[in-house]
């Protein structure tokens, strides 16, 4: 299983401190949620987590068992939701599984798994087949988000702020996914402020915002 160890991380931006010597062990299997105020640092936190941003101070280590993972195999085993994803918007749903998942899966994706994807998220075919992106509602794109996260087969789940846009039945559905994954021997990191989705994670990071 994979495991992200913080150690005394600190990020700065310009001259002001977000986050001051952050120490946590993440470890598969567990659901940890970063809290905190807007601006505290929570989705610095997930991208230093992807290793898209560098710590100023501190290190972030991710290893498989005992091995350190290097960052192309470790980037290779995660997989984020974000609200800075797009999914194209002149493809349909179908169109963006295969193109997304092109990068993370040794096979295509087949109908049969297409259409269970779409029944985890709550996507119903009739209202998704045949259009394009750009006529879903932002809950349906959200939504679709989730689908290509459940196919990519990743080992990191970064989630920021995962419920965001969904209603109360999406939020279930990615407090019911987060523990499953993690049931499964997944590390998932997520970002929020639903107080439902902090009480379903095993551990939390409060950051209190500087
Ligand atoms: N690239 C950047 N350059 C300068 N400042 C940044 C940058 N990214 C984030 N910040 C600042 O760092 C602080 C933390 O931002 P971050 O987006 O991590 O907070 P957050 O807790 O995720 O907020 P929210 O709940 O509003 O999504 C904010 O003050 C933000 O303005």
């Not at 601006?39 to 100023?56: E, Q």
């Not at 002149?90 to 040794?106: C, G, W």
């Not at 109908?111 to 075919?125: F, I, M, S, T």
């Not at 846009?165 to 939020?171: E, I, K, P, S, Y």
């Amino acid at each position: 299983m994979v495991s992200l160890t913080f150690s005394d991380v600190t990020k700065r931006f310009g001259g002001r401190t977000v986050i001051e010597g952050l120490s946590a062990t993440l470890a598969g299997g567990t659901v940890t949620a970063v809290t905190g105020a807007n601006g505290s640092g929570k989705s610095t936190l997930l991208k230093m987590a992807a290793k898209l941003l560098l710590p100023d101070a501190g290190k972030i280590v991710a290893r498989d068992g005992e091995q350190e993972l290097c960052k192309a195999s470790y980037r290779s085993r995660l997989a984020i939701v974000t609200p800075e994803f797009h999914a194209y918007p002149k493809l349909t749903a179908r169109e963006n599984l295969d193109f997304f998942l092109s990068f993370r899966r040794a096979e295509a994706l087949s109908d049969a798994l297409y259409e269970q994807l779409l029944e985890r998220v709550g996507l119903a075919p009739g209202a998704v087949d045949g259009k394009m992106v750009e006529q879903f509602s932002t809950g349906m794109k959200k939504r679709l988000h989730f689908a290509i996260l459940l196919a990519s087969e990743a080992d990191v789940w970064l989630l920021d702020e995962p419920g965001a846009n969904l209603d109360a039945v999406g939020r279930s559905m990615v407090r019911r996914e987060a523990r499953l994954a993690a049931d499964g021997g997944k590390l998932v990191l997520l970002a929020t402020n639903d107080r439902e989705e902090e009480a379903e994670a095993d551990a939390c990071i409060s950051l209190s915002g500087r």
